[in-house]
C-alpha cells in the first residue's frame, strides 16, 4: 500500500458502469482517477482507498490490491 499515496494515478473498477459481462467488459469499467485518500479496515487486510475518477468524481472504498498504478506521459 505504500506506493498508493495521494495524488497517485489509477485505473480501477468503477462499479457504477457496469451492466453485465457482454456489455461492459473491463476495457470499459477501468477508469483512470487519482487516489484522494487510503486507509485500512481490520477485516480488509489489503487496505482500501478513495478515487476521484476523471469521468464522475468520487469513489470510495476500493481494495488497494486491485487498481494498477499508471503514469502518465504529456
Given at each position: 500500500?505504500?506506493e498508493?499515496?495521494?495524488?497517485t494515478?489509477?485505473k480501477?473498477?468503477d ?13 470499459v469499467?477501468r ?5 484522494i485518500?487510503t ?11 478513495d478515487?476521484?475518477?476523471?469521468h ?6 476500493h481494495f488497494?490490491?486491485?487498481?494498477e498504478?499508471v503514469?502518465?506521459?504529456?
Open positions: 500500500m505504500s498508493l499515496m495521494p495524488g494515478r489509477v480501477a473498477f462499479p457504477r458502469l457496469f451492466k453485465n459481462d457482454e456489455e461492459t467488459p473491463l476495457s469499467t477508469k483512470l482517477g487519482t487516489i485518500r486507509y485500512a479496515m481490520p477485516r480488509y487486510p489489503w487496505g482500501l482507498c478515487i476521484h475518477f476523471d464522475r468524481g468520487v469513489s470510495e472504498g488497494v490490491n486491485t487498481v498504478i503514469s502518465e506521459q504529456f
